[in-house]
């Protein structure tokens, strides 16, 4: 809308619909667009433009997370879960 302002910092939601200003710090989403969070100002933020500037060292970040989630995704887990379940598989 003409006539609205989006506060420093502040993170609007997707698909938010902003009818009217945002202030500074704020989590808002929603349509229309409210404020569903507080931020702390003196909290220091890491943009997506951050994240992918080195991408090297997000893939070999992202590849060792996966290591570690897939550890026990193993053949013998998966028969094991197919002929013996166990109370949480």
């Known amino acids: 809308c003409k006539?609205?302002?989006?506060?420093?910092?502040s993170i609007i939601g997707a698909g938010a619909v902003v009818v009217s200003s945002i202030p500074a710090?704020?989590?808002?989403?929603?349509n229309p667009a409210r404020v569903v969070?507080?931020?702390?100002?003196?909290?220091?933020?890491?943009?997506?433009?951050?994240?992918?500037?080195?991408?090297?060292?997000?893939f070999k970040e992202s590849n060792l997370w996966e290591k570690a989630i897939l550890e026990k995704n193993t053949l013998?887990?998966?028969l094991r879960y197919?002929?013996?379940p166990k109370k949480g598989d």
Do not use: M, Y
């Open 82 to 84: 197919l002929f013996f």
């Open 37 to 58: 969070k507080n931020l702390d100002s003196k909290e220091k933020f890491t943009t997506r433009a951050k994240w992918f500037a080195e991408p090297e060292k997000l």
């Open 25 to 30: 710090n704020v989590v808002a989403a929603g």
């Open 76 to 78: 013998w887990h998966w």
């Open 3 to 9: 006539g609205v302002t989006i506060g420093e910092n």
